[in-house]
């Protein structure tokens, strides 16, 4: 759900947990990582989003509310974002 970045890698950026988030990891269990809030840049734009402080040597992961905020999605054949058609009902 929300973008995720090895901790020591946003630390080292300077930033710091602002508050704690539950989470469900794929296997089932339940934890509460730190959470901070970040500027993200894709295709020259710069937007506000929630990143979640990952354990150390963690893969980064663009969640879905950051792709959601930058109207793009994935697409699974080309591997690359494209843009998304926004519902509004």
């Known amino acids: 759900m929300f973008t995720c970045l090895p901790a020591p890698q946003l630390e080292a950026l300077g930033l ?4 704690r ?3 469900t990891l794929a296997d089932g269990r339940q934890e509460e990582w730190s959470a ?6 894709i295709d020259s734009r ?4 929630t990143c979640l402080f990952g354990p150390p040597g ?5 969640g ?3 792709l959601e905020q930058f109207a793009l999605a ?3 054949l080309t591997r690359t974002l ?8």
């Open 74 to 76: 994935v697409d699974p």
């Open 46 to 49: 710069t937007l506000h989003t």
């Open 82 to 89: 494209v843009p998304a058609r926004v519902p509004m009902a």
């Open 16 to 19: 710091v947990p602002l508050w």
């Open 21 to 23: 988030i539950p989470i």
């Open 36 to 41: 901070t809030e970040i500027l993200i840049t």
């Open 58 to 62: 963690s893969l980064p992961l663009l």
């Open 64 to 66: 879905a509310v950051s």
